[in-house]
């Protein structure tokens, strides 16, 4: 469909979606339990040493530390950090305190980790008639019950939702309505579109494309040509097109386990020591998942934290810990790492859908 | 280094020594050809390390050497010409082949002989000797049925059994399975290994017109496979192949002979509104009719033929992969077959009813696919 003149997005495309992300999560609910963090840099997760930073508290974040930076890093642009062993027993028991506010108003709840989830109130149990003030709500109810501060996008899809909950963060909410939309995409830098990371945004930048103005301008067939399927997404998404459909049941697309090392390793034999560890407990987490997958990747991160990753897709789905290792290990011998390795990492994707209708199977010879 | 060659019989035999040539291959030495010239004989080798195949052909010379040449470009040169004599001269101290035609020269840098991968040294080696045409056909009949799962690497090829009784050739990808047997070929040894894929499917096509007899020879690690002016050599699977015989069952009381023609299009025709990813199509079987039916449910997709056959057993209603039971049927000859079963959940066993030479015995199986509800 091509637009002229007046630009306007079809009424299919517009639902009343609510992206809330509590502040600073973990963090938050350190200082909360911990009197004596409040005010202070805190960092949930790793160490001055090893590890990766799960969380950063908004201290923190005015050093530059951010979640998934490498603790090291965070140590040096931020000595005196606090470091905080995760809890994850506890968020997960706030979560579900969040979550059952959110059930109050919706049942159409999409959890995208502990901190995070979207929320269809285009009929709300409440019979509320603005989103904006059900966020609002919302906001006020999980501060009543955690002391805890949480920002809140509204808008028409997902995509506008979330980026709209970035606006005023922390403990703020802002609100895109369905005329701001095109105008506000039409400014919007292109590294903020979903579905465009780092990569995608250069190559973006390198063909004139800044901002989503510049995208609009492409039709649909050269971005096809320049970025393949995704090219269809970027084409939609500037024009407001997203069909947000929340799914109260997310779907798994992976399961995976990973380990940093306390000391980086350098020898063959001690990385395939180390996937034997991570393969057990991927295991555990695909038996508890009942799931069962095709394509094992092996993610490795050397000591430089250059991160790669390597993938095989096998020819049946294998929920088999054996047969998932030795695809991992092959991975590791084949691409054998030429530098020493701080953190290795296996996942299982491409999941057999579970129990989808009738499915058939292919019986096996039983060798 | 010089002699003189027909340009057609030359290419001719780098082709089928160029079979074993890979597009990228880790040692670049890898990438020529070997000419070893000695007197009036000249031996073309190509190899990817783990497979080396040789080639002798007469020329017209009395010099000897040693050089390994650039397989593409020499190939591509001979192509171009016409049948003709063509002389080679090789310039040590230039390093470069002279190759001559009618038309003119046309030279290549060539790389000490020495340098290409020594063929390994064979001990304890046994021999059998087999009619090429029948090993070619053995090989026909049972290499499509091997996996490429990487993980099993010994489903990736075909296992050679070899005994006083009998020759036995099997593949399977654990969903299907061929096995091939000669009753009227043996072998003074008894021997087990597996041969990988990549130098029979060379074998396929190089022996298809060889009326000679194929010698084997075979260690723990590799065979050497000898006939006319050929050797290839390569190593061996190394594993230990499942117990097949373990899997076929024995107990199969249900029985349907139909024109195999007949059958397989009608599975080709229903195939096309199958599932695309299980491919199933659903036989059913009752009296003397057989129904075949496929269904997408995604798509609302569904086909359904009835034809006859000759069927003894109970009624039964079996699912199979199609593109199985058409890769089976394609590689039959038999004007009839025979589909012996047990249940729903068990191997399926095709038989061709006839066209069998003497003392040939092959035995096709397919395991289901269920409906899991």
Request: aromatic letters at 8%.
């Amino acid at each position: 469909m091509y637009f002229c003149g007046v630009q306007q997005i079809p009424p299919e495309y517009i639902r009343k979606i609510i992206h809330v992300d509590m502040d600073a999560f973990y963090a938050s609910v350190e200082q909360r339990d911990h009197p004596e963090l409040r005010g202070k840099p805190v960092a949930v997760g790793g160490s001055k040493e090893r590890g990766v930073v799960a969380a950063a508290s908004y201290e923190a974040r005015k050093f530059g530390v951010h979640s998934a930076l490498a603790s090291a890093i965070a140590y040096r642009q931020c000595p005196q950090l606090i470091f905080i062993k995760p809890d994850f027993e506890k968020y997960r028991s706030v979560s579900k305190q969040i979550r059952a506010i959110f059930l109050e108003y919706t049942s159409l709840v999409e959890p995208l980790s502990l901190d995070e989830a979207y929320l269809d109130v285009t009929e709300n149990k409440k019979g509320i008639a603005t989103a904006t003030r059900i966020a609002r709500q919302i906001r006020e109810r999980i501060f009543e019950e955690t002391q805890l501060t949480a920002s809140a996008g509204i808008s028409i899809n997902k995509f506008m939702a979330k980026v709209a909950s970035d606006y005023h963060k922390p403990n703020g909410q802002k609100t895109i309505m369905p005329e701001e939309v095109l105008p506000f995409l039409e400014e919007l830098p292109i590294g903020k579109f979903f579905g465009v990371g780092k990569k995608t945004a250069e190559k973006m930048k390198k063909l004139g494309i800044h901002y989503g103005r510049d995208l609009k301008k492409w039709d649909q067939a050269l971005l096809v040509r320049e970025f393949g399927k995704s090219g269809v997404h970027y084409y939609n998404i500037v024009r407001g097109l997203q069909k947000s459909e929340v799914k109260p049941n997310r779907i798994r697309k992976s399961i995976g386990a990973e380990r940093t090392f306390s000391q980086n390793l350098n020898s063959q034999t001690e990385m395939l020591e180390a996937l034997t560890g991570i393969g057990q407990k991927l295991a555990e987490r695909i038996t508890a998942a009942k799931a069962s997958g095709k394509t094992v990747t092996l993610k490795l991160k050397y000591e430089n934290f250059e991160t790669h990753t390597r993938s095989q897709t096998l020819n049946a789905y294998t929920q088999s810990s054996q047969e998932i290792l030795a695809a991992a290990q092959k991975l590791l011998l084949e691409n054998g790492p030429n530098q020493a390795v701080r953190l290795l990492g296996i996942t299982l994707s491409n999941l057999k859908p579970a129990q989808s209708k009738a499915k058939s199977v292919q019986l096996t010879l039983d060798f | 280094m010089k002699f003189i060659v027909s340009s057609g019989a030359l290419l001719k035999q780098l082709q089928i020594v160029g079979g074993v040539l890979n597009t990228n291959n880790t040692l670049a030495i890898l990438d020529n050809f070997l000419f070893d010239l000695k007197g009036k004989t000249l031996s073309i080798s190509a190899s990817d390390l783990e497979t080396t195949i040789s080639a002798t052909l007469e020329v017209d010379s009395s010099d000897e050497g040693l050089v390994a040449i650039p397989a593409r470009l020499l190939l591509d040169g001979l192509k171009a010409l016409p049948e003709q004599p063509v002389t080679f001269v090789a310039d040590e101290k230039s390093g470069t082949v002279e190759m001559s035609s009618d038309y003119g020269k046309y030279s290549l840098a060539f790389v000490e002989g020495d340098e290409f991968p020594k063929l390994p040294e064979m001990e304890d080696v046994s021999t059998t000797t087999i009619p090429g045409e029948i090993l070619a056909t053995a090989v026909t009949k049972t290499l499509f049925a091997a996996g490429n799962d990487e993980l099993r690497p010994v489903m990736s090829g075909v296992f050679f059994q070899f005994s006083a009784d009998n020759l036995t050739f099997v593949a399977t990808d654990a969903h299907k399975l061929v096995r091939y047997r000669r009753n009227d070929q043996h072998s003074d040894h008894t021997a087990e290994f597996i041969m990988p894929r990549k130098p029979l499917t060379i074998l396929k096509s190089t022996l298809a017109s060889v009326g000679d007899e194929v010698n084997i020879h075979y260690n723990e690690t590799n065979a050497r496979f000898e006939f006319e002016n050929i050797i290839l050599t390569c190593r061996l699977i190394d594993g230990k192949y499942p117990n097949y015989e373990a899997v076929i069952p024995k107990e199969n009381p249900n029985v349907m002979e139909i024109d195999r023609g007949t059958f397989l299009s009608s599975v080709k025709r229903v195939a096309i509104f199958s599932n695309k990813t299980t491919h199933q199509v659903r036989l059913k079987l009752a009296g003397s009719e057989l129904h075949i039916s496929a269904e997408d449910i995604d798509f609302s997709n569904k086909a359904h033929e009835r034809l006859t056959c000759n069927y003894e057993g109970d009624d039964m209603e079996i699912g199979f992969n199609s593109r199985f039971l058409v890769e089976m049927l394609n590689n039959l000859d038999s004007d009839v077959i025979n589909l012996e079963m047990s249940a729903s959940n068990r191997a399926g066993i095709i038989l061709p009813a006839d066209s069998l030479e003497d003392g040939e015995d092959v035995l096709m199986l397919v395991m289901p696919v269920m409906l899991n509800s």
